[in-house]
């Protein structure tokens, strides 16, 4: 039996063999003809907790493998997502922009994901509140952002952990008899990296990655299979280990040196070098799922972003400017009024 095969065999429904979708409602398989639902949990789900050991020193040995079916590749921005079962996309997940069919994917294998846990509709509505709390937005953007496309996908990440043997060297400054005083510090320090959170594909931006960054718990993976992704799309892994610790080598660098000036905990420090002995990585490979509404203003794409774990949202929106100017009116009346009141006072 062919992978397309054995894919569309685990999605049959057991009662009347009709095609299933997963439902973030029921969190489970559910049959769109007699509506029977099944979960997707086993037993071993804890092994998709598992981290596995990366050596950057060792000779690599990463083998992809072919993703068939229903392949979709954005002829805008490049992305190229996967339907494991259910209606393909009439554009982007990303992007919005058009799409063409392709044979095959070449990707890594995901080794696990957390399923979408907010419904669509739940989705659209956390999109439309976000909507409604932005004071500086043009009054009619309800409106546009009410008749915007919303796509469930699947983005790839990566986890890694690491131990770091640190030298450091910097400068910080003193106050000193009314003088402001350079110093020179050098040290040593030890610290670890645990389950950081890092986008495996240049698709996933800023704003998608907020979106899921601060819902991620490792405790709620599950181990990948078909139905979880089954009625959404997925962009699969493209990128092998050491091309993901490259791409994350400047967010990492920046929280390194957030760690140093903790440890040296004195004021004004700047200019922080250091050297790094990096031992005991891991990873995995995962897929995180996250709702993207697209919206057009005034003929400019925008999107909201919901998390599909907890409903945390992000957006892009157009700004008022009329609201704007009348806002800093306002702040500057009060502001005059709060000086006028004060040198009445005698205060000033």
Known sequence: MSDVSAIQAELQCMDCAGQCLYDPA???????????????EEEDDARAWVEFPFDPKAPAVENPIT???????????????????????????????????????????PMALIPFEVPEQNAQDFALNWVKKRIAAPNDLQ???????????????????????VDYWAMYTVRRNKQTITKKIKGSMRTSFDDLLVPASPHVTPLIRDGILH??????????????????????????????????????????RN?????????????????????????RRILLPVWILHYQYNGKPMKVVVCGMRGRTYGERPFSMWKLAG???????????????WGAAGIL
């Open 26 to 40: 029921q969190q489970a398989l559910v049959c769109l003809s007699c509506g029977n639902a099944r979960r997707l």
């Open 67 to 109: 993703f068939r079916g229903h392949v979709q590749s954005c002829e805008t921005c490049g992305g190229t997502v996967t339907f494991v079962a259910g209606s393909l996309s009439s554009a982007c997940a990303y992007c919005d922009g058009p799409v063409v069919l392709q044979r095959a994917d070449r990707a890594f294998a």
């Open 143 to 165: 409106n546009h952002v009410e008749k915007g496309r919303v796509v469930g996908i699947y983005v790839p990440f990566w986890t890694f952990d690491s131990e770091e043997a």
């Open 215 to 256: 819902d991620f718990d490792p405790t709620r993976l599950r181990p990948y299979r078909a139905g979880y992704v089954a009625g959404m799309a997925a962009e699969q892994h493209h990128q092998t280990v050491a091309e993901g610790l490259a791409a994350n080598a400047r967010d990492k660098a920046l929280l390194m």
């Open 259 to 283: 760690r140093i000036k903790r440890h040296i905990n004195r004021s004004g420090v700047h200019n922080i070098n250091y050297n790094t002995d990096t031992t005991g990585i891991h990873f």
């Open 327 to 341: 806002y800093s009116a306002l702040l500057s009346a009060i502001t005059v009024g709060i000086g006028l009141a």
